[in-house]
Structures are given as C-alpha cells and as structure tokens.
C-alpha cells in the first residue's frame, strides 16, 4: 500500500483588492455619516458645511466629517450648562426675539445651554454600523480574490 501526500497551496490573497475594498467602504461611511449631519441640520434657517475627509495613515484608515461652524459648536457642545450664568457684557440687557412667536425678551441673565450632544450620538450609531460595513467589505474583498469565507 502505497501513500502519496499532495500539496495544495492555495493563492494568495491580493492586498491591492483590500486595500480598495476597505477605502471604498471608509468612503462610503463618510458619505453616509455626512447624511447624519446634514439630517442634524437640515431644518435649520443657516445651513452647516460638513466636510469629509478620508485618509490613510500608519494607523489605518481614518474617516472624518468635520465643520468650523460655530452655530453647530454651541448646539453640539453647549456654553457651560444650566450652571453657567450668562450676562450681557455691552448692554445692560439681554434681548433676543421668539423666532417662533415673534415675541420679544429683556433678561440681566440667563442659564447656560447643556448642548445636544450630536456628534455623540452619531459617533455611537457608527460604532455599531461600521464593523458590519467593514465585515462586508472585507467578505466581497476576498470573494473578489478567488476566495470563499
């Protein structure tokens, strides 16, 4: 009786192909978590830029979306809380007009603002998000290498 060994070598997986899968899905996920903040936005009278930016460093991909708007700054981040007391500092009031109402406000003070914690939230969807676009990316990315998962 006679045993003969065979050996199979299987191919090697391309990186190029891994490369392209994970920037193409690192692309595609800052386009839709541009979406997010722009449904943020998206009913206010001034509308937010949001910028995004894809780059690849030592660490791997980074993907950011990203403005310089102030307005958004203070909705996001707030002005120091409920325990900050604002007071005007050229006049002796301040004022402000209801943009709802139309109805007009005189204060010496008033409680800060918490913020809304936008980027927050958005940052923890895209913490459940991300690993199934990556996990898909990467499962075309070796089916597109002659490979089966």
């Known amino acids: 009786m006679t045993i003969t060994f065979k050996v199979i070598a299987p191919k090697k997986l391309d990186s190029k192909v891994f490369e392209k899968a994970f920037m193409d899905a690192s692309k595609e996920m800052a386009g839709e ?29 980074e993907v950011s979306v990203m403005t310089s708007d102030k307005i958004f700054k203070y909705y996001d981040q707030g002005n120091g809380g409920p325990q900050r007391i604002i007071r005007p500092t050229h006049s002796s ?16 003070w008033v409680h800060g603002y918490e913020g809304r914690k936008a980027v927050d939230k958005i940052e923890k969807i895209w913490l459940k998000k991300a690993p ?10 070796v089916s597109k290498s002659g490979h089966k998962i």
């Open 132 to 141: 199934i676009l990556f996990n898909k990316a990467m499962a075309e990315a």
């Open 33 to 61: 978590v541009h979406k997010d903040f722009n449904a943020v936005t998206e009913k206010w009278h001034d509308t937010i830029a949001f910028e995004e930016k894809v780059v690849e460093t030592s660490q791997g991909i």
């Open 93 to 108: 009031v301040l004022h402000w007009v209801d943009k709802n109402t139309g109805e007009e406000f005189f204060r010496k």
